[in-house]
């Protein structure tokens, strides 16, 4: 097996303890000789306003995912890593030391981890041991393989077939709950009563429009809701479509300009996810039956 990588491969060498100053020292003596002294009464009295709190262990966040019924979401995901771990023994895809340290070097330099105090903080922070990391890194890097191995090749015949869902449009939506509300919102749009800006100020319920006047960002056709999708593909710029009906409420869209389709590394890279998904889904799919 490869080794991990080191998480902190060129760690700064830590500066010399400096001498602490004459002033800086009598004044700590001085806080230390008039501190006033904490009678046993007050001891117990403080002690029963602030409880003492221990730290939570693994069986404590177990227990607490179980108690909220939250455990089955993370047990999918520990399902779908161990398929995707027997895929990759199965096509014998494996990491090379270079590569595992390449991705480990990568992740440590996208998250700012760049020294050794702020890598040990954050494994600190995240619960976890440097092994238990370099292997999250490991598996990561072995999805990534797996997927090009699968799918690589026929990410341009997918593009060329369905190159319309790839279109990219700037979008602003106002989400709201009834449909009397959206007519009214169309409505007052249409007549010109009101800027699509304020209106998503005073009416959208989605948190993402509200806080932005109503615009959504920019997003590939195929990452947008099917109703929503079906509704502005033949939709002009600054076009009012609407209401549609979705499971989230009633939209009111308005097209802002439209970007042509481009095979760019983010829509491959999205092409191959979903294709991915779809193939550990009815893998998983099959599975089942045939354990059934």
Not at 118 to 142: D, F, H, Y
């Amino acid at each position: 097996m490869p080794h991990a990588p080191c998480p902190m491969p060129h760690a700064p060498c830590p500066m010399p303890n400096a001498p602490i100053p004459y002033s800086a020292m009598q004044k700590s003596v001085e806080e230390t000789t008039f501190t006033a002294v904490a009678s046993p009464e007050d001891e117990a009295n403080q002690e029963a306003r602030n409880p003492e709190i221990h730290p939570v262990t693994d069986a404590d966040i177990i227990a607490y995912l179980r108690q909220n019924a939250k455990i089955a979401e993370f047990a999918t995901q520990a399902e779908r890593q161990a398929l995707v771990l027997a895929c990759c023994e199965q096509f014998q895809i494996q990491v090379s030391d270079e590569e595992w340290q390449a991705a480990g070097d990568a992740f440590r330099q996208d998250n700012k981890l760049l020294g050794i105090q702020e890598t040990m903080a954050w494994l600190n922070q995240q619960r976890i041991s440097v092994e238990e990391w370099s292997e999250g890194v490991r598996v990561k890097l072995l999805e990534q393989k797996l997927k090009e191995h699968l799918f690589g090749a026929s990410i341009d015949g997918t593009y060329m077939s369905d190159r319309d869902k790839y279109q990219r449009v700037a979008l602003s939506q106002i989400l709201v709950t009834d449909l009397g509300t959206a007519w009214k919102v169309v409505q007052m749009l249409r007549e010109g009563h009101s800027s699509f800006c304020a209106l998503a100020l005073q009416y959208s319920k989605g948190k993402q429009s509200q806080n932005n006047g109503g615009f959504v960002g920019l997003r590939y056709l195929v990452e947008l809701l099917p109703e929503i999708a079906d509704a502005i593909k033949e939709a002009k710029e600054a076009e009012i479509i609407g209401p549609i009906q979705t499971k989230l409420g009633y939209h009111v869209l308005r097209v802002e300009k439209w970007f042509p389709s481009e095979l760019t590394t983010a829509v491959r890279e999205q092409i191959m996810n979903a294709l991915f998904e779809m193939w550990l889904h009815n893998l998983k799919k099959s599975q089942m039956e045939n354990n059934s």
